[in-house]
């Protein structure tokens, strides 16, 4: 169980477009989902908190104009990088909460998309 | 601040011998840890964690770290490393507003 899918796993696109990766729940229902990117040999840095039904709360520094969070539904959160440019290539991770946990601060991970921007 | 400290960013061992991966945190309270292991490109996943129960937690694979509060510390052991144990391994704990705090990581190598 708690199984977090994203899609897709790799994606490489030209600079200048936008391009949607889609983070799932399979098997529970998720009242949050948290988006992270990791630059390579880096650690993990928190984009994002995306509540259902709610507009994501974003970290300081982080682009909303840029990283639009969209969570429609209690098992999708999708995240878009409008007009990515080169630096913004990076792994991009997702993680989701569920719904009435009993371990409320667990965070399930999705395994990842890794974008490129030529 | 709430923060983690890894101690060493890389830790390499011979196949059957020891792992020990060192995390320190500060903080004003006991928060919730977490150890997780990532694999070259894929996802984290979690190996244990501790939320205020016995501070001995037992994992995945053969992993288990202790909670020592007087030394506010969350190392990770194993007592006898495996080819597959290479990986990233990053020590986590709960920061506000239900976020996690990652600490940067420490790459185990593991030597035949």
């Known amino acids: 169980g708690a199984v977090v899918s994203q899609h897709p796993s790799r994606v490489i696109c030209k600079s200048g477009t936008s391009v949607k990766i889609e983070c799932r729940s399979l098997d529970f229902q998720a009242t949050t989902m948290f988006w992270y990117r990791q630059f390579p040999k880096q650690s993990l840095m928190l984009m994002a908190t995306?509540?259902?039904?709610?507009?994501?709360?974003?970290e300081q520094g982080v682009e909303k104009d840029k990283f639009l969070i969209n969570h429609a539904s209690l098992t999708l959160s999708t995240l878009t990088v409008t007009s990515a440019h080169p630096e913004d290539s990076s792994f991009y991770i997702c993680?989701?909460?569920?719904?009435?946990?009993?371990?409320?601060?667990?965070?399930?991970f999705g395994p990842g998309t890794r974008l490129t921007v030529l | 601040a709430q923060s983690v400290t890894q101690l060493d960013s890389h830790v390499s061992v011979s196949e059957g011998t020891p792992v020990l991966l060192r995390c320190n945190y500060s903080?004003?309270?006991?928060?919730?840890l977490f150890w997780y292991v990532q694999h070259p490109n894929k996802g984290l996943q979690l190996l244990l964690k501790y939320t205020s129960a016995a501070t001995l937690v037992k994992g995945i694979n053969g992993f288990e770290a202790e909670f020592k509060k007087s030394e506010t510390s969350f190392h990770l052991t194993k007592p006898s490393a495996h080819m597959s144990d290479a990986a990233e391994y990053f020590c986590v704990r709960t920061g506000g507003y239900n976020k996690l705090i990652f600490g940067a990581g420490t790459r185990l190598a593991v030597h035949p």
């Open positions: 995306s509540n259902e039904g709610s507009k994501a709360t974003y």
């Open positions: 903080s004003s309270y006991s928060p919730s």
């Open positions: 993680s989701a909460r569920a719904r009435g946990s009993g371990a409320p601060l667990e965070q399930f």
